[in-house]
Structures are given as C-alpha cells and as structure tokens.
C-alpha cells in the first residue's frame, strides 16, 4: 500500500506504517527540521516542506493510505483555562479535508 503523511513531524506515524508493510511515498511537514529528520527516517519518501493550507495536492502522488496529524493544542483543554483556544493551529484540519477531497483515497487515518 502507497501511503502519504500529512503534518509528518519526525515520522512516528510513517514508521509504524513501514512496520505494517505500507510503503510511504510522500510526506510534508512546516517546520523544516522535522522534514530533515523524517526524511532521515523515511528516505524514499518525497519531502515537502511547507504550509499545507497552501498545497497543490495535484502534485502529491497517488496513494491508498493517507494519514494526517493536524495540529491540536488549538482544541485541547489541556492547555489550561486561562489560555485561549482560538488559533490558527486549529484550522489545519482543513487541509486535510482538502487534500481528501482531491484525492478521494481509500483509506484515511487521522490521529
């Protein structure tokens, strides 16, 4: 299975999908150093670099797993009652719906 992993950080979630025998293909992240450090762990993978609000998801690559770890200190209480909740952290599970609704894979893990 062809997966891509979304909002990868160091690729926690991309390694337990090698451990289950998915092949990840491309992954993308903001923060430049979690890409080098997954593309560290993961490098077959294309790496993409960037805000995914932003991304052209015609050029991602065909894929049967997509997995997604949109921020969520946004939603938490655990970041205490006296901290707002509003952020713009809390809208990147929008990009997930967007990168779902142009590719329309088979299976979709959000965690």
Do not use: Y
């Not at 960037?50 to 970041?79: F, K, T």
């Amino acid at each position: 299975m062809r997966v891509i992993d979304l909002f990868a950080g160091a690729g926690g979630f991309s390694t337990g999908a090698t451990m289950a025998g998915a092949r990840v293909v491309w992954a993308a992240n903001h923060w430049r150093s979690a890409v080098i450090i997954h593309k560290a762990n993961h490098p077959d993978a294309v790496h993409v670099c960037q805000d995914l609000h932003q991304a052209d998801w015609s050029q991602v690559p065909e894929h049967d797993v997509m997995l997604a770890s949109p921020s969520c200190q946004g939603h938490s209480h655990a970041r205490g009652k006296d901290r707002p909740h509003h952020d713009a952290s809390r809208s990147t599970a929008w990009a997930v719906v967007s990168a779902v609704e142009h590719h329309r894979p088979p299976f979709v893990v959000i965690e």
